[in-house]
């Protein structure tokens, strides 16, 4: 409130306490004439209509003595009433006008002495009309008008004593009134004076206070201070001066604080400073982590700093570098990376899953931290911030502060946190480029030496290591010997169960013969299924011999490949320093042609290296190159073994034979070349070729007028996965013009179980063409019947083995008959192979197979020679002692090998 206000107010409390007594004097007058008028209208007037009221009692007294002399008129008789209700009247306004207990006594006495009385009176002057009338005795109505006059003459008495009490009342009170108004009047002054003392001090009090602040803001004391109370001009000069003091004490705290956060950033400035020069100094990683903790920690004056790694694998950062003063329990932390765990939820685990800062300038205050609030108050820190470090976009660790102050991380000072931790993730990158730079140069070392699947050494380091070899045994006269392994039909298992189960293969057989040889003995890989071991201090080629059938032992034991249990072969060739030769080339040539010999002659074997299989090694190689040339050369021919129909007696088919025209060798049997163009790839042009020309020769006979006949040609394992056997089909068919239907393929078990959905696929796709399909050598391989009933067959082909022993062999005779009652049962045509004796065809015909083929019918002959037979309606045995002389040879020459019929 302002001071001229209370001034005013003052003034006119003044002038209302003066009108206020003058007020209460009026009123004290007003009460006094009060009290006389109340006097003079209550008991005055109460006593007056009492006396009159007793006044017309007398009248009415004797106005009824008169009435006991003569009979009363009627007109005195009507005043007597009158009289009776005047009194009444005059009662009843004794009573309006007093309001005493005593006089209402006194009032109620009279009017029921005055009733009895008039009752009396007036049953005397109105008796009734007829019967008998009771006159009461005079001195009965003389008793009661007594006492009527009795009552109200001590009604008369009881008001004027009550109006003499009153009065005496007024007096006193008037008395008092003028008592009151003195002793107000004197109150009043005394107040006044109060008043105006309190005043003066409530004007002087703020005024003294207000010197007293300006005092202590010119002296810099912002400390204590003054509680303003006031509303008036003086109280907002208080309050002026306690915000200009709230002010001055924030600026100076601001220009504090800003000091002391100038101050701070210019030690983390030095810090960052510190910091780079510790990334340019620093040659490790523990290295530039401590000198990174000690410069943040001597700058910023944390209370501790660490940097936690991640772990591979693990939930839980690894602290990698702690300093300051409470280094040590910083060491000993446990921090997590997983909100899991409760010590995840912390300002380290929550930057490594955010990847980015995250600030606590109350660390106590925030229950999300809880779980580190002990250590926390242990350590002295109050605040904290912890910043992520990143190497390529990934979280790899933390850098942690902690502080003794709260609210010290500014943005300005999170910033130079953040700069200082994006020049460690700088430098871990730096060292990351430069780990993974010397382990690539590391791998391509490793891999110039090494095999990159098996890890084994490969053929530039077994090269070295055989050479290295060499000239130690060399000085030393000490033998070795060198084991050149290759896995038996590993083509196969990688085609079939692909090139993963393959891989998994190489890798099983590493670790195999790793763990199957001496520590001082070298395994290495030369490539695809071919591995080289070098057994040195070998005394005896026996020795050599043993190792290399244990390995043999171990390699065959059976494994599991892509859902399927495999036993896998292998072939080992063996040459032994120094007799077998003298350098690196000698040696593996020997052991390589002793493998390959190994592996002709059955496989799964081991083979000693000789001059005869370097007699072979080299036929070997003019063959494939002779082989190579064979088709260009014209050099390959068809010879045709014809089929008979058992019952007819009827040629109704031939199956084409390669045979090769060698220029030097004169003609070579199939045993000779089909392996080398089945293992060189040339099959498939062979093959090719063979259809192509057996299709043609067909159709030729046709033209010279010959029936037609089935054609039957044998497809290769190679030939069968090719990619390009239908359109070689389609081709052979579209450039020969013959009818499909007179095409047989002819496949073999093991061909179309290596994999049975692309076979039963390729198969119906053939069948489509309608082209006729063949089963060969049935009973040799390991179809199920369940398998062998979705393929799209028309012929099975007994194999020869099952015949050679016809009749004789009840082994035979039962599985003989079996392929036929089975074949029959399925509506299949069967074919016999390799029927040589007149017992034989007796036999096939007794149990109704419906074709035979073999020497008995006829040896494959040229197609100049197939036309003849094909005239006779009926062949007849041909004479066996003419071809005694090459039926040892040509049986062996008709077997089967590599799916080619031979």
């Given at each position: 409130m302002?001071?001229?206000?209370?001034?005013?107010?003052m003034?006119?409390?003044?002038?209302?306490?003066?009108?206020?007594?003058a007020?209460?004097?009026i009123?004290s007058?007003?009460?006094?004439g009060?009290?006389?008028?109340?006097l003079?209208?209550?008991?005055?007037?109460?006593v007056?209509?009492?006396?009159s009221?007793?006044?017309e009692?007398?009248?009415?007294?004797?106005?009824?003595?008169s009435?006991?002399?003569?009979?009363m008129p009627?007109?005195?008789?009507?005043?007597?009433?009158?009289?009776l209700a005047?009194?009444a009247?005059e009662?009843?306004v004794v009573?309006e006008?007093?309001?005493d207990?005593?006089?209402s006594?006194?009032?109620?006495?009279?009017e029921?002495r005055?009733?009895d009385?008039?009752e009396?009176?007036?049953?005397?002057l109105?008796?009734?009309?007829?019967?008998?009338?009771?006159?009461?005795?005079?001195f009965?109505i003389r008793q009661?008008?007594?006492a009527?006059?009795?009552a109200?003459d001590?009604?008369?008495e009881?008001?004027a004593?009550?109006g003499?009490?009153?009065?005496m009342a007024?007096e006193?009170?008037v008395a008092?009134?003028t008592a009151?108004?003195?002793?107000?009047?004197t109150?009043?002054t005394?107040?006044?004076l109060?008043?105006?003392?309190?005043?003066?001090y409530s004007?002087?009090?703020?005024?003294?206070?207000?010197?007293?602040v300006a005092g202590?803001v010119?002296?810099?004391?912002?400390?204590?201070r003054?509680?303003?109370?006031?509303r008036?001009?003086?109280?907002?000069l208080?309050?002026?001066?306690a915000?200009?003091?709230t002010?001055?004490e924030?600026r100076?705290?601001?220009?504090?604080a800003l000091m002391?956060?100038k101050?701070?950033?210019?030690r983390?400035l030095a810090a960052?400073?510190?910091t780079?020069?510790?990334?340019v100094?620093?040659k490790?990683?523990?290295?530039?982590?401590e000198?990174t903790?000690?410069?943040?920690?001597?700058?910023?004056q944390?209370?501790w700093?660490t940097?936690a790694l991640?772990e591979p694998?693990?939930?839980?950062l690894r602290i990698?570098a702690a300093s300051?003063?409470?280094?040590?329990t910083?060491?000993s932390?446990?921090v997590a990376?997983?909100?899991?765990y409760p010590?995840?939820r912390?300002l380290t685990?929550t930057?490594?899953?955010?990847?980015?800062?995250?600030i606590s300038?109350n660390y106590?205050a925030?229950?999300?931290?809880?779980a580190?609030?002990d250590i926390v108050r242990?350590t002295g820190?109050?605040?904290?911030?912890?910043?992520p470090l990143?190497?390529?976009?990934h979280a790899v660790?933390v850098l942690?502060?902690?502080?003794?102050?709260?609210?010290?991380?500014?943005?300005?000072?999170?910033?130079?946190l953040e700069r200082?931790?994006?020049?460690?993730?700088?430098a871990l990158e730096?060292f990351d480029?430069?780990?993974?730079k010397?382990?690539a140069e590391e791998?391509?070392?490793y891999?110039?030496t090494h095999?990159?699947?098996t890890?084994?050494?490969?053929r530039?380091?077994?090269?070295?290591l055989?050479?290295?070899s060499?000239?130690v045994?060399?000085?030393?006269q000490?033998?070795?010997?060198l084991?050149f392994?290759?896995?038996?039909r590993?083509?196969i298992?990688n085609d079939?169960?692909?090139?993963?189960?393959?891989?998994?293969?190489?890798?099983?057989?590493?670790?195999?013969?790793r763990g199957?040889l001496?520590a001082?003995?070298?395994?290495a890989r030369?490539?695809?299924?071919e591995f080289?071991?070098?057994?040195?201090?070998v005394a005896e080629?026996?020795?050599?011999?043993t190792?290399?059938h244990?390995?043999l032992s171990i390699?065959?034991?059976?494994?599991?490949?892509?859902?399927?249990?495999?036993r896998?072969?292998a072939s080992?060739?063996?040459?032994?320093f120094?007799k077998?030769?003298n350098d690196?080339r000698?040696?593996?040539?020997k052991?390589?042609?002793a493998?390959?010999?190994?592996?002709?002659?059955?496989?799964?074997?081991?083979?000693h290296c000789?001059d005869?299989i370097?007699?072979?090694?080299?036929d070997r190689l003019?063959?494939?190159a002779?082989?190579?040339?064979?088709?260009?050369r014209?050099e390959?021919?068809?010879h045709y073994?014809?089929?008979?129909d058992i019952?007819?007696?009827?040629?109704?088919?031939?199956?084409?034979?390669l045979?090769w025209?060698h220029?030097?060798?004169?003609?070579?049997?199939?045993?000779?070349?089909?392996?080398?163009?089945?293992?060189?790839g040339?099959i498939v042009p062979i093959?090719r070729?063979?259809m192509?020309?057996a299709?043609?020769q067909n159709?030729?006979w046709?033209?010279e007028?010959l029936?037609?006949i089935?054609?039957?040609?044998?497809?290769?394992?190679?030939?069968?996965?090719?990619e390009?056997l239908?359109?070689?089909?389609?081709?052979?068919?579209?450039a020969?013009?013959?009818?499909?239907q007179?095409?047989q393929i002819?496949v073999?078990?093991?061909?179309?179980m290596?994999n049975?959905?692309?076979?039963?696929?390729l198969?119906?796709s053939?069948?489509s063409r309608?082209?006729?399909?063949?089963?060969?050598d049935?009973?040799?391989?390991y179809s199920?019947?369940?398998a062998?009933?979705?393929?799209p067959i028309d012929?099975?082909?007994?194999?020869?083995?099952?015949?050679?022993?016809l009749?004789?062999?009840?082994?035979?005779?039962?599985?003989?008959r079996a392929?036929i009652?089975m074949g029959k049962a399925?509506?299949?045509?069967?074919?016999?192979?390799?029927v040589?004796?007149i017992?034989?065809?007796?036999f096939?015909?007794?149990?109704?197979?419906d074709?035979?083929?073999?020497?008995?019918?006829?040896?494959?002959?040229?197609p100049e020679?197939v036309?003849?037979q094909l005239l006779l309606?009926?062949?007849?045995?041909?004479d066996?002692q003419m071809?005694c002389?090459?039926?040892?040879?040509d049986?062996?020459a008709?077997?089967?090998?590599?799916?080619?019929?031979?």
């Open positions: 302002s001071i001229r206000y209370k001034f005013f107010g003034f006119s409390v003044v002038i209302a306490i003066a009108c206020a007594l007020l209460y004097g009123c007058v007003s009460v006094i009060s009290y006389a008028i109340r003079y209208d209550g008991p005055f007037q109460a007056n209509h009492a006396r009221a007793h006044a009692l007398n009248e009415a007294r004797r106005l009824m003595q009435s006991l002399v003569d009979r009627r007109d005195s008789i009507a005043k007597f009433e009158r009289i005047s009194i009247d009662l009843e009573r006008r007093v309001d207990r005593t006089v006594l006194a009032l109620q006495r009279a029921s005055l009733r009385w008039s009396t009176e007036i049953s005397i109105k008796p009734p009309s007829g019967g008998l009338t009771m006159v009461p005795i005079s009965s009661k008008e007594d009527a006059a009795a109200l001590d009604l008369v009881t008001v004593a009550y003499f009490n009153f009065r007024a006193a009170s008092s009134t009151n108004m003195f002793a107000l009047a109150s009043v005394f107040i006044s109060i008043v105006a003392a309190v005043f003066a004007m002087t009090k703020p005024i003294s206070a207000a010197m007293q202590r010119a002296a810099g004391n912002f400390v204590d003054i509680e303003v109370r006031r008036d001009e003086l109280g907002q208080l309050r002026s001066l915000v200009m003091q002010r001055l924030m100076s705290d601001e220009d504090h002391a956060s101050e701070r950033l210019t983390m960052l400073s510190a780079n020069e510790a990334i100094r620093a490790t990683r523990t290295e530039l982590f000198l903790c000690d410069a943040a920690v001597n700058g910023a944390f209370t700093t940097i991640a694998g693990s939930d839980f990698v300051g003063p409470r280094a040590e910083a060491r932390l446990k990376v997983s909100p899991a010590e995840g912390g685990g930057a490594f899953r955010t990847k980015q800062p995250c300038n106590l925030d229950q999300e931290r809880s580190f609030h242990r820190s109050k605040s904290g911030a912890a910043l990143l190497s390529r976009g660790g942690l502060f902690m502080a003794a102050e709260e609210g010290i991380f500014t943005s300005e000072f999170v910033e130079l200082l931790a994006t020049n460690i993730s700088f730096n480029r430069t780990d993974e010397a382990m791998r391509i070392k891999l110039a095999d990159s699947l890890d084994l050494p490969n530039a380091m077994f090269s070295q055989l050479n290295h060499v000239e045994a060399e000085r030393q000490r033998p070795f010997a084991l392994i290759d896995l038996d590993f083509k298992i079939s169960l692909g090139h993963a189960a393959g891989d998994a293969l190489l890798v099983e057989m590493a670790k195999r013969l199957g001496r001082n003995d070298v395994v030369l490539g695809g299924d080289v071991i070098l057994l040195n201090d080629q026996q020795h050599a011999a190792v290399a244990h390995l390699i065959s034991e059976p494994l599991e490949l892509g859902g399927h249990e495999c896998v072969t080992i060739g063996v040459a032994i120094p077998d030769g690196e000698d040696l593996m040539m052991a390589d042609s493998m390959y010999l190994a592996k002709q002659e059955g496989k799964n074997d081991v083979r000789s005869e370097k007699t072979q090694s080299v003019m063959m494939e002779g082989l190579r040339r064979a088709l260009d014209n390959l021919c068809l073994q014809p089929k008979l019952a007819t007696g009827r040629v109704v088919g031939v199956e084409a034979l045979r025209l220029p030097d060798f004169g003609l070579l049997p199939p045993l000779r070349f089909i392996p080398l163009a089945e293992e060189t040339l093959g070729w063979i192509q020309t299709c043609a159709v030729a046709q033209r007028g029936p037609p089935s054609m039957a040609i044998n497809v290769s394992p190679r030939q069968f996965s090719d390009n239908l359109r070689d089909i389609d081709d052979a068919l579209a020969s013009g013959m009818e499909p007179l095409l002819e073999t078990e093991s061909m179309v290596l049975i959905e692309r076979a039963v696929h198969l119906d053939i069948q309608g082209v006729r399909l063949a089963i060969d049935f009973g040799t391989g199920s019947m369940s062998l009933k979705r393929f012929t099975i082909k007994i194999d020869r083995s099952f015949v050679r022993e009749p004789h062999n009840p082994e035979d005779r039962a599985i003989a392929i009652n399925l509506g299949l045509t069967i074919v016999a192979e390799g040589e004796t017992e034989q065809k007796e096939l015909r007794e149990h109704a197979c074709e035979i083929q073999g020497f008995l019918i006829s040896k494959p002959v040229p020679n036309t003849a309606p009926t062949l007849a045995s041909p066996l071809q002389t090459d039926s040892l040879s049986t062996r008709c077997a089967v090998l590599a799916g080619f019929k031979l």
